[in-house]
């Protein structure tokens, strides 16, 4: 079976990268195609709880067939499903794109969207977060199970940090598990690129290795990637040094400037 998935925190040029290749006649493209499915398993995944998932990857098992049949890759985009790379690949040899954008620019845009708004309600360590309400319509269920919380002791002094500061967090697990488990991933299953740094050339890098053509010229490229506007965009100083707060190894690698004591 042939399969790609765009992998990352969210916020991070998912959606973006899957629109490269929308009209790329060799891919069949989906963004998020099943979010409460997918949630759920990733809340499950995130948690370590024994519950089945056979029906999660029979779905998914079945999207990639009827996609292959047709003669055509099939390629996701999809942050719910950042803790499954490692199944992807084991289940389905499944290609993975790993996206990563700067914390402080993901953080503020998790917020935006709501992210962690209120404090969660837990009452014991040992278990998983119960139902938290986060869903304010039919359309976006998934958030009961997509906006994790720590599993361990750490979640009193997590649920009193600041929404910015727990979206850090939260781009921290995910990066963190995705990085740890492409070390088990043959080099030639996975690519890893930071979307501040995503020029034309990675986007037939990524052709040559689908063994695709490219279906976009570099102005068509550039038009699209000056409409997403991925670069840097300017925090104020006093949401910068709430962002210090929370620093990680990942951060470090990927974003030293970010340590800077300016």
């Known amino acids: 079976m042939k399969s790609i998935f765009i992998l990352g925190s969210g916020k991070c040029g998912e959606s973006f990268l899957n629109r490269l290749f929308k009209n790329n006649k060799n891919l069949e493209c989906y963004d998020e195609s099943r979010p409460l499915l997918q949630s759920y398993y990733k809340f ?3 948690n370590n709880l024994k519950i089945d998932d056979n029906p999660f990857f029979s779905t998914i098992k079945k999207a990639i067939k009827n996609t292959n049949k047709k003669k055509k890759i099939y390629l996701e985009s999809s942050s719910f499903l950042a803790f499954h790379s490692l199944d992807l690949v084991k289940k389905f040899n499944s290609k993975i794109i790993i996206l990563i954008r700067n914390p ?29 309400g ?44 995705l990085l740890k488990s492409i070390k088990k991933i043959k080099k030639q299953n996975y690519k890893i690129f ?37 670069k840097n965009t300017k925090i104020i100083k006093k949401k910068i040094n709430l962002l210090k707060k929370f620093k990680s190894k990942t951060e470090k690698q990927y974003y030293p400037e970010n340590f800077n004591k300016k």
Not at 114 to 131: E, I, M, P, R, V
Not at 141 to 159: C, D, L, M, T, V
Request: net charge positive.
């Open 194 to 230: 930071k979307i501040e740094e995503f020029e034309y050339q990675n986007y037939q890098e990524i052709c040559k290795w689908l063994k695709i053509k490219p279906n976009l010229n570099k102005i068509q490229f550039i038009l699209m990637n000056n409409i997403e506007r991925f």
């Open 44 to 46: 499950i995944k995130y």
């Open 134 to 177: 986060l869903a304010t319509s039919a359309h976006n269920k998934h958030h009961n199970f997509s906006r994790i919380a720590p599993r361990n002791k750490y979640f009193g002094k997590w649920n009193k940090l600041q929404p910015l500061v727990k979206a850090k967090w939260y781009w921290n697990e995910v990066n963190t598990d």
């Open 104 to 132: 402080n620019h993901v953080s503020q845009d998790l917020i935006t969207s709501g992210w962690y708004k209120s404090k969660y309600n837990k009452n014991n360590n040992n278990f998983a977060l119960g139902y938290q």
